[in-house]
């Protein structure tokens, strides 16, 4: 559906994507994911037209799209700040793109009223000034501007980050059954690693205007296969050498204590399992979070943070003496 074939991108002497090939499937929840300042929305403001690579080639449906106008590629876009006409009403924004192809007023409205349905807005709030809705309302009349116009791609740059945790939270999930019920061809940009785990199909993770792995969530989370990857998805506890070491010798014959390991808080545990090494430790501090609670322990050279579920056991008190159990096969190595 979309291939980057070695698209470069140049602002001046810098170089902000050096060399950019991947492709993203008909239908795909794809989620370009990095730090601010990687190029993921340079890669997303190219394939929407707005930026004209130095070098290489883009492809939609196979047809090099390179050089056909942005209004051309049947490209719906949603931006971080919505983008909206404040002295238009709702109806009037979501319209505007149907407004300037000139189509009939029936038509118009019958459309405006039909795309307002799918994303959630009642046909009272069409006649309503933008400025009255709240943060979630007007990204879903953003979104719904955008796909009024039918497009066979919608793109999505961080259009969640201005909304508060709790909304974010919801609106992740209704935007992400809204793309599925439609089955449009999805290219989302965010910094947002947990977005980004529970939304996308797939994930690209950027850093300095290069991929640093292409794969499914789970590929990304379980099976990092850089570092910059593995410390930036999450969080992770990264294991002095001396712990690893001692693992090595409670029988993990497959690390070896020369690399950097990392392991995940929720893959330690305070119980043991068939497949665990132990070390042991002792309780520095507890974080309660409700469903679970964060313990710092200390191990030889190591802080190692574990997630523990909140089960009605009473807490481990600071001070108190632990076995930390790690599966070997868990930590991540580089």
């Known amino acids: ?175 992400k059954d809204l793309q599925r019920d439609l089955g449009i061809t999805t290219v989302y940009v965010t910094h947002d690693q947990e977005e980004a785990l529970t939304m996308s199909d797939r994930i690209a993770v950027f850093n300095r205007g290069v991929i640093e792995q292409i794969g499914t969530p789970a590929d990304i989370y379980d099976r990092s296969r850089t570092e910059f990857v593995c410390t930036f998805i999450g969080a992770i506890n990264r294991l002095a050498a001396h712990t690893v070491r001692e693992l090595v010798g409670g029988g993990a014959t497959d690390l070896d204590p020369n690399k950097t390991s990392y392991v995940r808080l929720e893959k330690v545990s305070l119980r043991p399992s068939s497949n665990s090494a132990s070390l042991r430790g002792s309780v520095q501090e507890r974080a309660y979070h409700g469903a679970y609670s964060t313990y710092t322990l200390r191990s030889g050279e190591s802080t190692i943070r574990a997630m523990v579920i909140e089960d009605g056991a009473a807490p481990l008190p600071e001070g108190s003496s632990v076995t930390v159990h790690i599966d070997p096969s868990s930590i991540l190595q580089y």
């Open 1 to 175: 559906m979309i291939k980057y074939d070695k698209i470069e991108v140049t602002f001046g002497d810098h170089k902000a994507i050096p060399e950019l090939s991947l492709h993203v499937a008909e239908g795909e929840f794809f989620t370009l994911l990095g730090p601010s300042g990687c190029g993921k929305t340079t890669a997303l403001r190219t394939l929407a037209g707005f930026i004209e690579p130095t070098g290489g080639e883009i492809y939609i449906d196979g047809t090099a799209s390179t050089r056909v106008p942005s209004e051309k590629r049947r490209i719906g876009m949603v931006f971080q700040n919505y983008a909206l006409f404040p002295s238009m009403t709702v109806g009037q924004n979501i319209a505007f793109g149907l407004t300037v192809q000139k189509m009939s007023k029936a038509d118009t409205k019958r459309l405006v009223t039909e795309i307002a349905g799918q994303v959630q807005l009642s046909t009272d709030q069409l006649d309503k000034n933008v400025s009255e809705l709240s943060g979630g309302q007007q990204q879903r009349v953003a979104i719904a501007r955008a796909l009024v116009l039918k497009p066979r791609i919608l793109l999505l740059d961080e259009p969640l980050s201005n909304l508060d945790a709790k909304l974010r939270v919801q609106l992740r999930e209704q935007l």
